[in-house]
Structure formats: C-alpha cells, structure tokens
C-alpha cells in the first residue's frame, strides 16, 4: 500500500459492509447497483462484502452501529437519508472509512467520502432525448419525495432538458405523497401515477422513484405509443418487464464509483470529501433505429455542455 488509511490493517482482507436504504438491496435500482459495486471493490481488492437492509429510518443508526461492533474497515450507506447518522458515525469512529452515496459533504472529514452523481445532469440527458421524441408535446416524470434533494434534482434537469430540446414541450410531474418508509417501495402508486399522466396525454415518461418507479416503468410497457425512460443503471437489464416500451436509462454510474472508492481505500489513496461521478445514456436497444444521428449529436453536445458548465441544468441546490 502506498500508505495507511483508517479502517485499513496491513496483510487483512478489506471488511465492507453496505447499509440500504428503504427498498432493499434487489431494488433494481439505487440500492441494488451501490451493492453490485461493492461486490465488485470486494473483488478487485480481495476483500470481504455484506449488507444490511433498512426498513425504515430507526435501521440507519442501529445498521452502522452493528457494522462497528463488527470491526469493519468500510462502511457504505446508500442515499441522502442516510447522510445525518452517516456523518455522525465518522465523527465518532475516525478508525473506519465511510462512504456515503447522494451524501453531500459539506463539512470535509478525512475518513467520509460524499460519491455525488449529479441527478439534475442524469434527469437533463433524459429530458433532452424526451423533448426530441415526443409527439403530443407532453412528457411526464414519476418521482420519490421532494424531501430528498437528489430526487427534486432529477425532476428540475429533466424538465430543464426537455425545454432545452423542444421549447414548447409541457412537463407533467408528481411526488409520492407517502412518508420515506413508503415513497422508493410503492410500485402499485408509481403504475397508477404513470397511467394518470398517459390520460393527460404524455407520451414519454421518466420514473425516478427505486421501486416504485419500476411499478410505473411496467405499467407503461402495457400501454401503446408510449416510451419510458429507467433511471440509475440500464433498467433493460434490470427490468425486463418494462422492455416493450424502455427507451433508455438516465445512467448514474453508482456501481463503478463505489468500486473505485474502496480500492482507493486499499491502495492507502482515500481521502475525504465529495467525489464526483459521471452520468449518460443506457443503449436504445429495440428504439435504436427512431434516435436519429442528429438526435445522438444534439445528446453528446448536451453531456459535453453539463460537464464543462456551459450547459446548466436549472436546479438550484436549496
């Protein structure tokens, strides 16, 4: 190693433990790909991996306090949520590396690592293709809670996306209205909630919302003339029921971020404070043939512009 890090023991295999948040670690989105991450860090480091689930919000102190007793040398806590105890539990175990994912670090500690994948630049990139493939000028967005910045964050870069590439597009948006033990796990209200917004006439709906925007994601696939668009990793692969009608995925690559932070950690080259991921656009797979070369072209000037700041989202962090 080229030096000690807290948390690591020289000639010990690297122990990891992953906390979810509410929806489970087979989510098929947020949770699911931090774990695949961590497994593959694991991997790449010869180390140790396991999780924890959260049912509700009393699981975050209790899951991390767990993983302590354990002498673990990682810590993983997935989700904005998660942020407070996160914080909190390096501040009072400055032997362990935490890495708390959609945690932003406003205050730098040098064994907690904020993985920032900006969701205004992910939901932007959706928006963008959604303005140019709509043909009733109406797009939707199926969200969480507005309680957590990252989701309000995708719904203000996919609204801003969509005007970006269709000035008279008409954006149709609903936050679930239930309490954070429900709002990422209520699949039957995220079907019902993209039905609404087809009646209303959208015809390519963004779900941002774990599990319960894959409710909305499989709704759509029974509907015609509809397109869906998944979020966080390539729901073609995750969510097969909703193929029928899944244009692409707004990708945040989660996974490979994760797996870089904890073999940063095993090379003793960790350091706190926020690392920034990346974003993109999953394959067209079965649409590939309707994005058209101008559509591509107008997409890769839209991500070169969200990454060197010449393009802004419209999301103002409150």
Known sequence: MAQQSPGVVDDQPLKIGVITDIGGVDDRSFNQFAWEGSQQGATAVGGEVSYLESESRQDYEKHINSYVERD????VTVGFALGEATT????DHPDIIFIGI???QTETLPNLAGLIIPADHSGFLAGALAGMMTRSNTVAVVLGTDQIPPVVAFKEGWEGGARHTNPQVQTLAKYHPGTLNVVFNDPDWGAATAREFVDQGADVVFAAAGNTGNGALV????EEEVYC???????W???PEARPCLLTSALRHIGPGVAQLITAVHNGEFSGGNTIGTVGL??????DVLVTDQMRDTLDTVLTGLKD???????APS
């Open 282 to 287: 999953a394959p067209f797979y079965d649409f």
């Open 72 to 75: 673990t040398d990682v810590i």
């Open 229 to 235: 668009i998944g979020v966080d990793a390539d729901q």
């Open 219 to 222: 709704a759509l696939a029974e």
């Open 237 to 239: 692969q995750t969510l």
């Open 102 to 104: 959609d945690q932003d």
């Open 88 to 91: 909190a539990a390096a501040k």
């Open 309 to 315: 700041g010449s393009i802004t989202t419209g999301y």
